[in-house]
């Protein structure tokens, strides 16, 4: 998955409309982080996959470094306690890109993170590209457990005007 998204990043902006659709069903597992930088007008439709995390603890589960335009849709996220991810989906503003990151869209999408398997669901963080941008993003029908920071981190003042639409979020004890 990542060989795919790596031609994308070498694409030029001019090329539209990239979606990686997975097959039905079934599991995915991610050992590392999958990195999508730089990318325009990118779709993964999830089919009711259902991404497992087996990588090193600490790390994001997708990176999303100047991303316009992405649409991730239709699939299930679950990590465990023996490796819990920083967080499930991070969104920051890397260094030198041409691409603005902003409006990308994440929807029917369940996040589990088994008993604490993640710190927070998803992340705007400011990233190398300092405090601007990554704003205009859309969040719909989704379920965010277990997560034992935040559901949902804002970590610089640019990131404005994020929708979130039919969000259930319930953290490990936290609420």
Same mark, same amino acid.
């Given at each position: 998955m990542q060989t795919v998204l790596n031609l994308r990043q070498s694409a030029p902006r001019t090329t539209t409309g990239l979606i990686i659709s997975m097959p039905r069903g079934g599991q995915c597992l991610?050992? /590392? /982080?999958? %990195?999508?930088? +730089?990318?325009?007008?990118?779709a993964l439709? $999830?089919?009711?996959?259902?991404?497992?995390?087996g990588g090193p603890?600490?790390?994001?589960?997708?990176?999303?470094?100047?991303?316009? %335009?992405?649409?991730?849709e239709n699939f299930r996220v679950r990590t465990t306690v023996s490796?819990?991810? +920083?967080?499930?989906?991070?969104?920051?503003? $890397?260094? $030198? +890109? +041409?691409? /603005?990151? /902003?409006r990308n869209i994440v929807q029917f999408v369940t996040i589990e993170c088994t008993n604490g398997g993640c710190t927070n669901g998803i992340v705007m963080a400011q990233g190398a590209g300092g405090d601007a941008n990554d704003e205009f993003n859309f969040f719909s029908h989704m379920n965010i457990q277990n997560y034992t920071g935040s559901c949902f981190r804002i970590e610089h003042a640019q990131s404005k005007h994020n929708f979130l639409s039919h969000v259930g979020c319930s953290g490990n004890g936290i609420g």
């Open positions: 991610l050992t /590392t /982080t999958l %990195l999508i930088d +730089s990318v325009y007008d990118l439709q $999830g089919n009711d996959v259902e991404f497992l995390w603890p600490g790390v994001p589960m997708f990176l999303c470094r100047d991303c316009n %335009l992405t649409r991730w490796a819990p991810v +920083s967080a499930v989906f991070q969104f920051e503003n $890397g260094s $030198g +890109s +041409s691409v /603005t990151p /902003t």
